[in-house]
């Protein structure tokens, strides 16, 4: 099969610092690793308490020739790996059933990275695929041929339920949209999707707004996604603790809890904008307004912020993330934020609360245990500023004065479920100094964070290295 050159992905110990600084710290929990790599995505596991056993999670290239793969920890066990399945890895064919491209192909490489010493691998399950063409109207023969191939090849599997598309990502090509249906229902009302302060909205995912709103031929958004993961559980009932290992649930864009207030792939924004707040479809709209009512304000449900800039806007004279009287410190700011973090925090709870009930049978017996994974985004521009302003618009308040992570990581230790981060590569000293970035800083503190509330920590690498910096991080 062929496969583009991945990411790096890589692990650190729970009690490993992210100084980059530390050549000596790097090596000693990274020693002994033969990188090889392969496919385009991929993760690591740094553990905060064992759940699902020792293992971490690499990139590995079926070009290069096999060597040894064993990879040691702080305490010199042996870690597995694993690698992510690329999403076109299959299509569409003219009738508009999914199917495997060159399975042939796709066989002998997992047999070849089972002899590598890779010890399973990530797919990425898409609701557009499987209830691509009506309500309820489940298709996972995909999933069952390409499941069956992973596992008698002797791997195992790390499952990603994705409720998002990634036509813009991808750029058309390879790409998933939402289930057919769901799009007939947005071309009559776009009001289903997160809008901008200027109406504009793109079809990656359903706002929260529908979460509790009957719209989708009856159901709500909430409904829509019980029922999948319902029939995914019915459906792979038997591979699930035994083969199945981990369960990753979709909560946002690009499957991580936040809002699209960068949106990549149509024009709009572009690195290192501060984005845009993403509350102006009519459902949150009606919802802004009811929480400014029970404040006692009924004016500040009207809008949201109206000096808040633009999608590629720097923080500098921007009033709102500023420190003056109409800014994120002012009463309104303090409760616009608290509402539109608070509702992406609870869309996530919602459905996180019915992921764990449907796998709680399977993460209380010891025998078939499954880990429950939530996603959320790496903003790391303008992280160095009092108010981070990028990280405010994709909906964590998190700024000098307040850790925004900590009521996230809160909800996530609630369900059991662990965290998933990416941009784990990155150093601020790679970073362009101009835009205030820090990779770095904002991982440390979610690895702070992690620890205080003791859930797991799942991660990946943003973009590729292939460097010997990046080698011995």
């Not at 199917?99 to 797919?123: C, N």
């Not at 598309?165 to 057919?180: D, E, R, T």
């Not at 302003?389 to 000098?400: I, R, V």
């Not at 904002?442 to 992690?450: A, T």
Request: net charge positive; hydrophobic share 35%.
């Amino acid at each position: 099969m062929a496969c583009k050159c991945g990411v790096y992905y890589y692990t650190l110990n729970a009690k490993a610092s992210f100084d980059r600084d530390s050549t000596k710290t790097r090596k000693f929990f990274l020693r002994n690793v033969s990188l090889i790599r392969m496919f385009t995505n991929g993760f690591f596991r740094s553990k905060w308490r064992s759940i699902a056993g020792n293992r971490r999670i690499f990139s590995m290239d079926a070009r290069e020739k096999s060597r040894s793969t064993i990879l040691k920890s702080s305490k010199d066990k042996r870690v597995p790996i694993f690698v992510m399945m690329p999403v076109d890895a299959f299509s569409i064919d003219a009738s508009g059933s999914p199917r495997i491209r060159k399975i042939k192909a796709l066989t002998i490489s997992l047999k070849a990275l089972k002899l590598a010493g890779v010890h399973g691998i990530g797919v990425e399950v898409w609701w557009g695929i499987v209830e691509r063409f009506a309500p309820f109207d489940y298709n996972w023969s995909l999933y069952e041929e390409l499941f069956k191939l992973i596992s008698d090849s002797g791997l195992k599997l790390h499952v990603a339920l994705s409720f998002h598309s990634n036509i813009h990502s991808s750029n058309g090509k390879s790409g998933v949209s939402l289930p057919l249906w769901i799009l007939e229902i947005g071309d009559v009302n776009k009001d289903i999707y997160y809008r901008d302060q200027h109406g504009s909205s793109n079809n990656d995912y359903l706002t929260l707004g529908v979460d509790q709103v009957p719209l989708l031929c009856g159901r709500t958004a909430l409904q829509c996604y019980e029922d999948f993961m319902v029939s995914f559980v019915d459906k792979f009932e038997s591979y699930i603790g035994s083969v199945i290992e981990e369960i990753s649930i979709g909560l946002g864009p690009s499957g991580e809890l936040r809002y699209p207030a960068h949106p990549f792939g149509d024009g709009r924004w572009k690195f290192p904008g501060i984005g845009e707040f993403q509350c102006y479809d009519k459902y949150m709209m009606e919802d802004l307004k009811m929480a400014a009512c029970r404040e006692g304000k009924p004016q500040w449900g009207d809008r949201g912020p109206q000096n808040a800039g633009c999608y590629n806007s720097v923080p500098s004279g921007v009033p709102f993330f500023e420190e003056g009287q109409e800014s994120f410190l002012s009463d309104y700011g303090s409760f616009f934020l608290e509402w539109y973090s608070g509702k992406l925090i609870c869309h996530a709870d919602a459905i996180l609360a019915k992921a764990s009930k449907i796998l709680k049978k399977y993460q209380e017996n010891g025998q078939t245990s499954v880990m429950l994974v939530a996603k959320i985004g790496g903003i790391y521009w303008w992280y160095q500023t009092v108010s981070h302003p990028a990280e405010l618009t994709a909906g964590y308040y998190n700024t000098a004065l307040r850790d925004g992570y900590d009521p996230v990581v809160s909800m996530l230790s609630r369900h059991g479920a662990a965290l998933h981060i990416p941009c784990l590569e990155m150093m601020d000293s790679e970073t362009p100094q101009a835009y205030l970035c820090s990779p770095e800083g904002l991982l440390k503190q979610i690895q702070s964070v992690s620890k205080k509330r003791i859930i797991n920590l799942i991660g990946r690498n943003t973009t590729e290295r292939l460097d010997k910096v990046s080698i011995n991080l």
